[in-house]
DNA sequence: AAAGTACACAACCGCTTTTGC
DNA sequence: AGCAAAAGCGGTTGTGTACTT
């Protein structure tokens, strides 16, 4: 039992390039007949080879609504963008550029971006930076959350270094920021659960969307993916994904900056400080400012000295803050004499 | 000029998903 | 519901061409 093969392998149906004169009766055939029926389309158009064969020959090269020749720069950012947001899906990325084939795009993809991308020195595969060692950035940050946490850096105690709460919540911060700039190598960067004073796992706030519930990944596993990536193409007013693509985007692993529900939706906020908003059955762009509604307990960091955050606080507004703010000088001297190596 | 190598891209292969009966 | 055919998909391979030695 089980499936025959897509043709008889034993009749010696042709392989290999196309004759023109092929090409002209398979184009004959279907402006006649139209296609479809791929499996007995050869017989009757004379054709030497196997069904599956014409339909790919038709679908990638002779169908008049082929689009051939150098991809346009706009059509390259396009790739691009989708790639970063899809992957490797090249049916759904060439849906999105009329008159590509998923082949043409994977082929161009492979000979020709992939090389640009790794001579940019972007990792063609996540889209990030290719850095050359993040473990020092890695080590101070687990530094910080241990601190953060229970009071101990090394030999150093906070105790010990008299550090002021405030100077604390900025570490925080400077905590975040590793985290942000980090994605990929971070442990729990979904959470900020190392953030012990003022926040819970955001896991444990999600709630599963109304319309397309999809509980096991809501539970905090969000995809790394850069988040100015992602800016940008919701940015674009011709990009629209689905729900099914931002789920094929954020589905399996973890997003690499805040992620906060709002009382009737999931709402994922990137560290760029913009967000995919679900809506129905489309994403929307909404401003990390807007309207969301964010708990107490989601709300994150707020920086020390503003109010308390209502409508959801963003690390990108803290950390310029931050930088901006003068008496950040004895938060750094707090920072620096807790990693020093004696004290 | 010939051989070797790298590259681009068309086509294939094996598998999964969708469709129709 | 179950099955087979058709269609779709993505990774891989094969082949022609350009470039280098």
């Known amino acids: 039992m089980g499936r025959s093969p897509c043709c008889d392998q034993d009749k ?45 020959r038709w679908m990638n090269y002779l169908r008049p609504d082929i689009r051939r020749g150098e991809f346009t720069e706009e059509e390259e950012s396009t790739v691009v963008k989708l790639h970063a947001l899809l ?29 640009k991308m790794l001579q940019m020195g972007i990792d063609p595969i996540t889209h990030e930076p290719k850095t050359n060692d993040l473990s020092p950035i890695l080590d101070v940050s687990q530094m910080l959350a241990a601190a953060i946490g229970n009071g101990q850096f090394g030999n150093n105690t906070l105790f010990n270094n008299n550090i002021a709460v405030e100077d604390l919540l900025k570490l925080q911060l400077i905590h975040k920021m590793l985290q942000i700039i980090t994605p990929k190598a971070m442990p729990n960067t979904n959470s900020f659960n190392t953030n012990s004073l003022d926040t819970k796992p955001v896991a444990n706030n999600i709630k599963t969307n109304p319309v397309n519930p999809k509980p096991e990944q809501a539970a905090g596993q969000l995809n790394a993916i ?31 900056g805040l992620v906060m529900v709002s009382q009737e939706n999931l709402n994922y906020q990137t560290g760029a400080g913009m967000m995919p908003d679900y809506y129905g059955d489309q994403l929307r762009e909404v401003p990390s400012t807007g309207s969301i509604s964010v708990t107490p307990e989601t709300s994150g960091l707020n920086y020390p000295g503003t109010t308390q955050h209502s409508s959801g606080s963003n690390v990108q507004e803290d950390w310029e803050k ?5 008496t950040s000088d004895s938060c750094w001297k707090s920072f620096l004499d807790l990693t020093s190596p004696t004290s």
């Open 226 to 256: 850069d988040p100015h990536v992602f800016t940008s193409q919701i940015e674009n007013e011709d990009f629209m994904p689905s729900f099914e693509d931002a789920w094929d985007c954020f589905g399996d692993n973890q997003l690499p």
């Open 322 to 326: 931050f930088l901006d703010d003068e």
């Open 12 to 56: 010696g149906v042709k392989k290999g390039p196309w004759m023109p004169e092929e090409d002209y009766k398979l184009v004959a055939y279907i402006d006649k007949n139209g296609y479809g029926k791929w499996r007995s389309l050869p017989n009757i158009a004379g054709l030497n080879r196997c069904g599956k064969s014409c339909r790919l």
């Open 87 to 115: 992957g490797n899906k090249w049916s759904k990325i060439a849906s999105h550029l009329p008159g590509r084939t998923d082949n043409e795009i994977k082929n161009y993809w492979n000979t020709h971006m992939r090389k």
